[in-house]
């Protein structure tokens, strides 16, 4: 018999909320901190709904409501990544994830993050998927120097099971995941993609709460 999950509280528990308050604006992932304290995460959604976001403060430094919705601030780079990362990226949890297995576009997901959001390469984190006949070595060897990021931040590879009817390509060096968890920089680019959209989009300027169906959720 499998072992019973741990249950997990719906509600937050009385006393808690300024603490997790605290942790929200400090841009503590919403996962992380539904594991503290022994909830599920959606408690810490309907606790912290949308129109209370704005006055937590919850973007990175230097980020001011104003800035965020000039779309003329926003550089070359900036409209790239943002449209890749719509296009490649995860939109679910507070992570920016992106996967692919072009380097080219790998290199300008990360020079997007440090360029245009003060993102540190040593604070990225990245898992290559490969299939069981590809030498690991090999393809981490190769990913690490195409985008410059030491074997250290490499995590616990996927490796799958090749397809008989459809091998994979001969030069096929496996599909990289570029990870960084920060849920206030998350918020800052759900929001930029938004103003991005509206700005070429012939419709009504987006609210704040029009951001969070980019993420897939509505």
């Not at 601030?73 to 072009?102: P, V």
């Not at 074997?151 to 009817?165: V, Y």
Request: glycine share 6%.
């Amino acid at each position: 018999m499998k072992p019973k999950r741990k249950a997990h509280n719906r509600k937050v528990p009385q006393g808690a909320e300024k603490e997790i308050l605290k942790l929200y604006e400090e841009g503590v992932p919403i996962k992380e901190i539904a594991k503290k304290y022994n909830i599920v995460f959606q408690a810490i959604y309907t606790y912290i709904p949308l129109k209370k976001r704005d006055r937590l403060g919850g973007y990175p430094k230097g980020w001011t409501r104003e800035k965020i919705r000039d779309v003329s601030s926003m550089s070359e780079l900036e409209k790239m990544g943002l449209i890749l990362y719509a296009a490649e990226g995860a939109k679910r949890g507070w992570r920016i994830d992106l996967a692919n297995s072009n380097p080219a576009l790998g290199r300008l997901h990360i020079r997007w993050l440090i360029e245009c959001y003060g993102v540190s390469r040593s604070k990225l984190q990245v898992r290559l998927t490969i299939h069981e006949d590809r030498n690991y070595n090999k393809c981490l060897s190769y990913w690490s120097k195409e985008l410059q990021i030491l074997p250290q931040q490499f995590l616990k590879p996927d490796i799958r099971e090749c397809s008989k009817e459809k091998p994979p390509h001969p030069l096929y060096k496996g599909t990289l995941q570029i990870r960084y968890s920060s849920a206030k920089l998350f918020r800052l680019i759900s929001e930029r993609l938004l103003v991005l959209l509206n700005s070429v989009a012939s419709k009504p300027k987006g609210s704040v709460s029009e951001v969070y169906s980019v993420r897939g959720d509505a």
